[in-house]
């Protein structure tokens, strides 16, 4: 079977990492950093003085002309890196959102704007390796305005990397994205929720989602976060828990929400979609309260098939293409 482009520079990406990963005994996550690093520089960095490590990427460097594949070429080979990382034992904060799922994400957020006028600003405040927020990104012919915020140092790395080698224009802040952000509210905010408790009680305490006892839920005070940094009618897209709406802290965020935004759909993302069903998940679409007020005649309620039956999926959105023709 010929060798694709996707394949090709996956391969070397691969080659590299790992013998980056033999010589410094570390993750394949953080070889794969360096790799993006080299990639971008054409060389180590200054601050890397290893003899050895400068030969084997040196090397490697030689056997690639970057200039030779396209932005989604490199998006696809990173991103067929990045699930190989996440095949080791890895922190959940790590797991990627998947290709198909991003793309539903970037599909949903280009017919909520689609008449938006002017340059739109998204943020994503728990942006991961960034392949969500790439993904939407490249599904966008207006002008962007793009900001991303992550609290774990190696996948901040690797999402400026990959920012970088295709060309993406992303302001990234490296912090604790419930903490104070420097940032006026944007027009579309995008994520993948963190799904757990939050540790720090004081911060906590600042959120009108706060829990009275106990850690409160991260999911519910990225929610809270989000909505305080997007503009009046601006729309927000989460890949949500399906538990969101059952579990113990649910009914003060059903109130929040009902006081804060409408809700402009759900759409249930089909079980076989996930290795766990425990772990299956929705997308929550909702608009924050401003000027416009538009009530919905009925929100978009969605059972999403397998997303690979393309008979059933192409049906879905021919529905999902009048639902929006009819209420924006």
Do not use: C
Not at 146 to 166: C, G, I, T
Not at 185 to 199: A, K, M, Q, S
Not at 206 to 222: R, T, V
Not at 288 to 310: D, F, I, M, T
Request: avoid cysteine.
């Amino acid at each position: 079977m010929k060798e694709t482009e996707v394949t090709k520079l996956y391969n070397w990406l691969d080659v590299t990492t790992t013998s980056i990963q033999n010589q410094l005994d570390e993750s394949y996550l953080e070889s794969l950093s360096q790799t993006l690093e080299a990639l971008f520089y054409n060389g180590l960095s200054d601050a890397n003085q290893n003899e050895l490590l400068e030969k084997t990427i040196n090397q490697s460097l030689s056997k690639i002309d970057l200039d030779n594949y396209s932005v989604e070429t490199i998006r696809k080979a990173i991103q067929l890196a990045l699930i190989k990382a996440m095949k080791e034992p890895t922190q959940h904060q790590h797991l990627m959102t998947p290709e198909a799922i991003a793309m539903i994400i970037g599909y949903l957020a280009t017919k909520l704007v689609e008449n938006h006028e002017g340059k739109l600003t998204i943020f994503d405040p728990a942006s991961g390796s960034g392949n969500l927020l790439f993904v939407v990104m490249e599904q966008f012919k207006q002008e962007l305005e793009v900001y991303a915020s992550e609290v774990d140092p190696l996948l901040l790395k690797l999402s400026l990397h990959n920012a970088n080698l295709q060309k993406k224009e992303v302001e990234f802040f490296h912090q604790d994205s419930l903490s104070p952000l420097l940032l006026d509210p944007v027009d579309l905010v995008i994520t993948d929720l963190p799904v757990g408790y939050y540790p720090d009680d004081v911060q906590a305490s600042n959120y009108e989602l706060k829990n009275e006892s106990g850690h409160s839920y991260a999911h519910h005070l990225f929610i809270e976060q989000s909505l305080k940094h997007t503009k009046p009618d601006g729309f927000l897209v989460f890949i949500i828990p399906e538990t969101l709406f059952t579990s113990d802290q649910s009914e003060n965020l059903h109130k929040f929400i009902q006081k804060e935004a409408k809700i402009v759909g759900v759409l249930q993302l089909p079980e076989t979609a996930f290795a766990v069903k425990e772990h299956a998940k929705s997308i929550l679409i909702l608009q924050k309260n401003g000027e416009s007020r538009k009530e919905y005649k009925q929100p978009l309620l969605v059972q999403l098939p397998s997303l690979n039956n393309a008979e059933a999926m192409q049906d879905i959105l021919t529905q999902m293409n009048a639902w929006f023709a009819q209420n924006l």
